[in-house]
Nanobody
Framework: VQLQASGGGSVQPGGSLRLSCAAS????????IGWFRQAPGKEREGVSC????????YYSDSVKGRFTISRDNEKRTVYLQMSNLKPEDTATYYC????????????????WGKGTQVTVSS
């Protein structure tokens, strides 16, 4: 099992980025995948989650309406489209898998990828 996040970078406030989480070693459709972030000196927080199967999506209040999570099973990739970025979105972003078959939520993650840095500043 491997998860690899990419797509981070530096943008100005109001800008956009799309993060990708490339998955290998398992069938993406069968597990919930989540995006998390951690800023320096702060605890890690959940940002968004997409469930197994139907792909129900969930967002933290801080990103709702600005971020969109999606999944391409054929490409084995989960995306996080981030728009209207704010300085408080600055963090290292990680993707992770809930390894329970058919998982619907991102409350107990088992596999983590290396993070990708997102910096929002003017």
């Amino acid at each position: 099992v491997q998860l690899q996040a990419s797509g981070g970078g530096s943008v100005q406030p109001g800008g956009s980025l799309r993060l990708s989480c490339a998955a290998s070693g398992f069938n993406l459709a069968y597990f919930a995948i989540g995006w998390f972030r951690q800023a320096p000196g702060k605890e890690r927080e959940g940002v968004s989650c997409i469930s197994a199967g139907t792909g129900s999506t969930y967002y933290s209040d801080s990103v709702k309406g600005r971020f969109t999570i999606s999944r391409d099973n054929e490409k084995r990739t989960v995306y996080l489209q981030m728009s209207n970025l704010k300085p408080e979105d600055t963090a290292t972003y990680y993707c992770a898998r809930n390894a329970k078959m058919g998982s619907q939520f991102c409350d107990d993650m088992d596999d983590w990828g290396k993070g990708t840095q997102v910096t929002v500043s003017s």
